[in-house]
């Protein structure tokens, strides 16, 4: 069975930086497309970056150039780096992992095309 536990999130004054983790068992993630979600209250969910199985990385626009995620083989095999957090970064973050892969990575934003999604982890950003 797949599981998916997000961790790191906090509290933070704007302009920091958090750095969320999300362990991964029941699968063989180095094969699967990784992301990460995020949610905030009243907003829909909206996909913030994604990793594919062969290293193609996207971004949502608004975090480009400031959020950075990766991979490695360890037990917490998917990582996002934020960092010049602002009050608009407020939200759930969830992990996602999927078995496929698209055609282009950016299809991997979308949250629909994902088969198993973790708890979340909350980031609140204080001005």
């Known amino acids: 069975q797949v599981q998916l536990v997000e961790s790191g999130g906090g509290s933070v004054q704007a302009g920091g930086s958090l750095r969320l983790s999300c362990a991964a068992s029941?699968?063989?993630?180095?094969?699967?497309?990784m992301a990460w979600f995020r949610q905030a209250p009243g907003k829909e969910r909206e996909g913030v970056a994604v990793i594919d199985s062969i290293g193609r990385t996207s971004y949502t626009d608004s975090v480009k150039g400031r959020f950075t995620i990766s991979k490695d083989n360890g037990e917490n095999p998917l990582y996002l780096q934020m960092n010049t957090l602002t009050p608009e970064d407020t939200a759930m973050y969830y992990c996602?992992?999927?078995?496929?892969?698209?055609?282009?990575?950016?299809?991997?934003?979308?949250?629909?095309?994902?088969?198993?999604w973790g708890q979340g982890t909350q980031v609140a950003v204080n001005s």
């Open positions: 029941g699968y063989t993630y180095s094969s699967y497309t």
């Open positions: 996602a992992a999927d078995q496929r892969l698209w055609s282009h990575s950016r299809q991997g934003l979308d949250g629909g095309r994902y088969k198993y």
